[in-house]
């Protein structure tokens, strides 16, 4: 790659000094300005045309008809361990090269999931409202449980769900696993992970949490019959696209079943009108799992990183 390559940024909330490594490149750096909307649509489009290396995240959806004038090659540096969000035409393969960043958030998620785990367990919302409408601990939908010697299934084998696997460990949780390819995950066997079938971690986990990424094999994965094994007093987290599980059907369960626990941490639009803060057994996050303070400087670094060395080949 030319030394003379346009880079455009859409993070203007990140240290100067990590941008360094693209100024050292002899990149020509472009940064939104403080202050600017962040582009999407038609102006991200343009600025995909213009560029030749763009730096976006996960809000920032890229559609086939967004490549369909690329003529050269672009670089799409994706501050995310996910790429479900750019969308390349097949006739683009060629010039579309995309980057992103498998390592670097993958304790902060692991530090969300157990956060929502823990505070369903211990029932902070529940006795947060409990608590506000200034009545007594009798009146909590579920008394607080936990953690150690309860059993913990984690729906996935890879960074993320590892981390998870690992925290469950020094919970003194019993640890079930399930994932397309048990056999590649000897570490996990012989570190007291047990692997079983999807059904049966539904069946037997006092804690459900899913930390598999969104692909055509996982998209809808998780459908009601298997949902329908969950129970009553468990508690299910998701850090993964919603496009997984069958969301209506959770929502429904936690409606009718208040000893039920439900924590997504998705794009809020997406679970928007299938619930209400009057339920103190879900908690739902706009997607900040992985975007901490601290991820989001080590996702650009090794984003940045990993596009000089691609860009290098």
Request: include cysteine; aromatic fraction near 8%.
């Given at each position: ?243 997984i599980f069958d ?28 619930w209400n803060l ?36």
């Amino acid at each position: 790659m030319s030394a003379s390559k346009k880079v455009y940024s859409i993070f203007n909330d990140i240290p100067q000094s990590s941008y360094a490594p693209l100024y050292e490149a002899g990149y020509e750096v472009h940064i939104l300005p403080v202050g600017h909307e962040r582009p999407s649509g038609e102006a991200l489009k343009r600025i995909l045309e213009e560029y030749d290396i763009v730096f976006i995240g996960t809000s920032q959806v890229i559609t086939e008809p967004m490549l369909a004038d690329i003529e050269s090659v672009k670089f799409i540096a994706t501050l995310s361990s996910g790429t479900d969000h750019i969308h390349v035409p097949a006739n683009k393969s060629s010039l579309i090269r995309i980057v992103n960043a498998p390592l670097a958030n993958r304790v902060s998620v692991a530090e969300h999931c157990f956060g929502l785990i823990l505070n369903l367990a211990k029932g902070i919302v529940d006795g947060r409202y409990v608590s506000c409408e200034g009545k007594q601990k009798g009146s909590m939908q579920k008394k607080p449980v936990d953690l150690f010697g309860s059993t913990i299934g984690v729906v996935g084998a890879g960074g993320i769900a590892c981390e998870v696997l690992s925290f469950a460990e020094a919970f003194g949780m019993k640890r079930l696993c399930w994932t397309f390819h048990p056999e590649r995950h000897k570490p996990l066997s012989e570190d007291g992970v047990q692997f079983v079938s999807l059904e049966e971690l539904m069946k037997t986990s006092d804690v459900v949490a899913i930390s598999i990424p969104h692909t055509r094999e996982t998209r809808g994965m998780l459908n009601r019959p298997l949902l329908s094994h969950l129970k009553d007093d468990s508690i299910f987290v998701s850090t993964s696209r919603i496009e997984i599980f069958d969301a209506p059907y959770l929502f429904e369960k936690a409606s009718s079943c208040p000893t039920f626990g439900l924590a997504l941490d998705v794009d809020s639009k997406e679970a928007y009108g299938m619930w209400n803060l009057s339920q103190r057994n879900v908690i739902v996050t706009p997607h900040i799992a992985g975007g901490t303070v601290q991820s989001r400087i080590r996702l650009f670094d090794e984003c940045c990183r990993n596009l000089i060395h691609t860009a290098q080949q």
